[in-house]
DNA sequence: TATGAATGAGTCTTCATTCAT
DNA sequence: AATGAATGAAGACTCATTCAT
């Protein structure tokens, strides 16, 4: 399961034979250009990226970014892809079925506080989907078909919890997700304007740790019978 | 701060369309020039959005834009001043110092939570502001004069529930505000591709009213001695 | 009413007062970008033309042809619309009304040879839109406004030629005009195909003269009772 | 003349789809690629044609049509080459010399009448080049060597019909043939314009028998002594 | 105070074509 | 005989901005 707050669980596809590296190499260098243009997008935004400077970055050419993607909007869908399905790599190590629900609340609300604190691209390029309303997300089959286990897991765990007395009974998984992304999504996705104007740095390391103990306190006390 | 007290003394037009300028009305002109601004630059972002489409909402041409702002960079600035002023203007008036502790939390929660949910565009400039890395915020002298009380309030608020044993002692009011605001941002910022996601439409008012109810219970938990 | 084979009279519109000659002059740039399109238009046709091209050959910038005519698209739209309306200008001075029918045939004759013989840009720019199926000519109100009274004054000829017993009965002004329209056309759009398979310099003034002589006859000899 | 025989003995597939070229066959692939070139110069001319849309026809992919033909020009070229050579092919079985002048006449107008209207691609494509000048008609030799026995073959008939007396001496069969080929062929390539402007559906088969019975007669009275 | 006209510098995209096997 | 990969050059078009009155 991906603890991220919008995204979960697929199996990761058996690693394809790496190709052959001579000069052309077409996986290569797509794969180039994508990496480029993760950068740039997430960097500039859709509309503020250019082409051109996703060009400048790599040897092959700007006309390579059309041979292969044929036109910004679809390399961006594809920068958003990557980044939504990256996400499922560190899947399934959790084990939260193993722990007491206490614990496993524990392990997921920290693991996702880590997991956004990381992957500040996937936080950037989520902002900007919202931007623009989620266009590109709704045109995404392949964002479609990651389907969310996170749910099922974390729903899973309310369930043993209230079963076992510690939880609260008829707590929704949905809006237990909704809590915790939304502090681990905010502290990153926001943290310029809110360390400007309130002058903290979020990511300073003792700060982080205590937010990060603080969300997941903050969720157990939420959750406790 | 004076950039608040102007704007707001302007008095919002109730569902009146913003009138087209006329001749010999600077101000009309220029506020008319700034509601057209913040339409575009909340739906398009900086980078996405076009002078030429401000101006052709607006009666007066182009050419205007550039006599009263200089500059569409200059014109996103007094947009985002705009938006901050008019979302700061609102947060003294709860009198919170009169209300008891728990009362006084739950009104503040519940205040954060309406604010955002009625002010879509502060919240998307803010998400937009994110994606420019807080450049412009950074760079405005207005937004930094707005001095939060918010954090005097909660401070205050705290300190009296530690005392009279409601609340744990030793917390800090930046960091509760931080819980607060994150999820009141979150559930509207990212109502896009969280709703498209986990298919569930965040704005609806069932809903809605749930997740008010869940971040005070949660904040108040969180809060609880 | 004008000879061209598909156009007619519109009264001309009294003639604009010549605007002011400073630097700025938006009527005079446009009609430069104009004129400078029609070359381009009609030796290129609509694909092979180069918006640079055209561009080059004037002293304002490119960026003008499109602040004037919006897309290439736009301007190949009133090149067609400038060269259909040019026609207009030629109009009403043929007063056939008072010729006796074969006079009158005639002169009709001999002017639409010699209309298309002297407007090659015409002639050439609507085999560029036969090209494009019309593509351009059915979308635009104004070639569609411009109403043809050469099929009502030929109509009226062969009434009066039929009466006077000088014509046949029961002739189609729409298939008269289409037998002297065809040649007078083809003359010219086909020169070049035509005069190298068969080695003759159609423009010939001897040839052309000889075979404005021939339409004359042929058509007569077609109408005679 | 070997171009003409070369694609005249490849028999026209009635109704059969052109077949996508197969590994090992290159004529097969050849002509494949001939024939939706044919179909793309035809529809939007030399410079609107694209290789790109050429390829994406046929299965074999675009590096096929450089390596057969080398250039698109030189691939319009052959286009050109095989649409003349269509035509010409069928010219001479019409056994005129057997036929009486009035009807050797008849017959060959509206042979030229019926092959004009069956030939639209034809027809189009001499008028793509009467635009670019005939510049690729001058420099193909295949073009040259089609030796235009039509002209010999409707002098012939003109002798005879003023040897029996029923046409005039003294006419010049390449005029004669230009009167009957600019109707035959502007009906064709003018249905576009002169049927919007006029409102007249020119395919329309009764207007289009009105119309060969009206050419043949037209000719046929200027021939007469 | 106000504005119509003009524009240099990009910006995405497409084109016919060649490289390298 | 065949082809997947690659591309320089140009294509249409747009952008925020300034000129000149």
């Given at each position: 399961m991906t603890m991220t707050s919008e995204l979960s669980a697929a199996p990761v596809l058996p690693a394809v034979e790496p190709r052959k590296s001579r000069k052309n190499n077409p996986e290569k260098t797509r794969e180039n250009i994508l990496q480029?243009?993760?950068?740039?997008?997430?960097?500039?935004?859709?509309?503020?990226?250019?082409?051109d400077a996703i060009a400048e970055r790599i040897h092959t050419s700007k006309r390579m970014i059309y041979y292969y993607f044929g036109s910004k909007e679809q390399l961006y869908v594809e920068v958003l892809e990557k980044l939504y399905g990256d996400i499922r790599s560190t899947e399934n190590r959790l084990h939260l079925a193993e722990l007491p629900p206490v614990e496993a609340i524990r392990r997921l609300v920290e693991f996702t506080f880590d997991h956004h604190d990381r992957n500040v691209d996937f936080v950037r390029i989520v902002s900007i989907e919202n931007i623009h309303n989620a266009e590109y997300v709704?045109?995404?089959?392949?964002?479609?078909?990651?389907?969310?286990?996170?749910?099922?897991?974390?729903?899973?765990?309310?369930?043993?919890?209230?079963?076992?007395?510690?939880?609260?009974?008829?707590?929704?998984?949905?809006?237990?997700?909704?809590?915790?992304?939304?502090?681990?999504?905010?502290?990153?996705?926001?943290?310029?304007?809110?360390?400007?104007?309130?002058?903290?740095?979020?990511?300073?390391?003792?700060?982080?740790?205590?937010?990060?103990?603080?969300?997941?306190?903050?969720?157990?006390?939420?959750?406790?019978?």
């Amino acid at each position: 399961m991906t603890m991220t707050s919008e995204l979960s669980a697929a199996p990761v596809l058996p690693a394809v034979e790496p190709r052959k590296s001579r000069k052309n190499n077409p996986e290569k260098t797509r794969e180039n250009i994508l990496q480029e243009a993760i950068v740039e997008f997430v960097q500039q935004g859709l509309s503020g990226a250019r082409v051109d400077a996703i060009a400048e970055r790599i040897h092959t050419s700007k006309r390579m970014i059309y041979y292969y993607f044929g036109s910004k909007e679809q390399l961006y869908v594809e920068v958003l892809e990557k980044l939504y399905g990256d996400i499922r790599s560190t899947e399934n190590r959790l084990h939260l079925a193993e722990l007491p629900p206490v614990e496993a609340i524990r392990r997921l609300v920290e693991f996702t506080f880590d997991h956004h604190d990381r992957n500040v691209d996937f936080v950037r390029i989520v902002s900007i989907e919202n931007i623009h309303n989620a266009e590109y997300v709704k045109r995404s089959d392949a964002i479609k078909a990651m389907n969310n286990t996170i749910l099922d897991s974390l729903g899973e765990i309310l369930r043993r919890g209230a079963e076992e007395g510690v939880f609260r009974a008829g707590l929704d998984a949905l809006d237990v997700h909704l809590l915790i992304s939304s502090f681990c999504f905010y502290r990153v996705s926001n943290r310029h304007t809110f360390g400007e104007i309130f002058q903290i740095d979020l990511p300073d390391e003792s700060i982080k740790q205590r937010h990060r103990e603080m969300i997941c306190e903050s969720v157990l006390r939420y959750l406790q019978a």
